[in-house]
């Protein structure tokens, strides 16, 4: 974001979240490590701001990306109010309305608070289900639903990355299984096409996969390239992690995740650490370069190193 547009966003966001008594913690929390570890304006104190309404917002945020962007700035504060409400939703769609905005997370947010949380994780993945093929790993695009049974050809295939040199992306790929105590996919009969390519990414951006891993990657891959696929994408890490509307490969979904300690600090290094890559990443055959040291893939992609290393301090 411009910097000269950061303060008024600020204040349409304000507005956009001044319901049912105001903005809330969590919701002031996030908004204000977004302006410190992201648009790098920790002079700004947002408690000191007036809001503006959904006309001035048309006015002061004229261009297509900057109104992408405070659209989904928007649904991601929405998904931080617990419970989310009608009102909410409803001030949101205005805001997104006045800038000729729309797009699947307004549409799962209205969802849920309406018709709730199984209403809308089928309405999520009635979007999701055309960036399927786009998001999983090259090779495996022919597996994009879970097994039937497992498959020794690609557990194999994965095993052997171990036997790279350490350091390398196929032997850190393996580690970060065996770290978290996952079974590889091919074993674990979990859509081995998508999560090969998600837990790849997570190497290469060095975020582990607690809640606040999973939000600060999302929002990492949004800060690499706004897409659409991306979006989808970090409306899935809020659906499982923040607002309790998805349920998918046996996790249990979670509210709040963002009122803990260090979450919205580390959900802004990752929009910030994404904004400064020089390459997307995350469609990349990552199989094709798993004998290549992690450090060279970074360097090649441009991914800054993590402010405080590995994520295991916020579980």
């Known amino acids: 974001m411009p910097d000269g547009l950061v303060e008024p966003v600020c204040r349409v966001l304000l507005g956009a979240v001044d319901v049912d008594g105001g903005i809330t913690a969590e919701q ?21 701001l007036s809001p503006l309404g959904p006309d001035d917002a048309a006015a002061e945020i004229t261009e297509a990306p900057h109104r992408r962007r405070l659209r989904e700035l928007m ?7 617990h419970p989310l409400t009608d009102a909410q939703v409803e001030r949101v769609a205005k805001y997104a309305e006045a800038v000729g905005e729309t797009g699947p997370g307004l549409d799962v947010s209205r969802t849920l608070v309406r018709e709730g949380a199984q209403r809308a994780a089928a309405d999520y993945q009635r979007h999701v289900d055309p960036f399927l093929g786009s998001i999983a790993e090259p090779s495996l695009r022919a597996y994009r639903e879970d097994l039937p049974a497992p498959d020794p050809e690609i557990a194999a295939r994965l095993h052997a990355l171990h036997d790279l040199p350490a350091g390398t992306l196929g032997y850190e790929y393996v580690e970060f299984y065996r770290r978290n105590g996952f079974e590889l996919p091919g074993d674990d009969l979990k859509s081995p096409g998508v999560f090969v390519a998600h837990d790849m990414c997570h ?12 939000i600060a990657l999302g ?13 989808i994408g970090f409306l899935g890490n ?4 923040e607002a309790r509307y998805l ?10 995740t963002l009122a803990r300690d260090g979450a919205p600090d580390l959900l802004a290094e990752g929009f910030r650490r994404g904004s400064e890559c020089i390459g997307d990443f995350t469609t990349i055959d ?30």
């Open 28 to 48: 002031r929390a996030v908004l204000q490590a977004i302006v410190a570890g992201y648009w790098d304006r920790a002079d700004l104190d947002i408690d000191s």
């Open 75 to 81: 649904v991601l504060l929405e998904l931080c109010r």
């Open 203 to 214: 190497v290469i951006a060095g975020y582990e996969p607690t809640g606040p891993g999973e």
């Open 219 to 231: 929002a990492m891959l949004l800060g690499v390239a706004d897409t659409d696929a991306h979006w």
């Open 238 to 241: 809020l659906g499982v992690h």
């Open 247 to 256: 349920d998918t490969s046996g996790l249990v979904p979670k509210a709040g």
């Open 286 to 315: 990552h199989l094709a370069l798993a004998d290549i040291p992690l450090a060279e893939v970074r360097e090649q992609f441009g991914v800054p190193p993590r402010a405080g290393g590995m994520l295991s301090e916020i579980a």
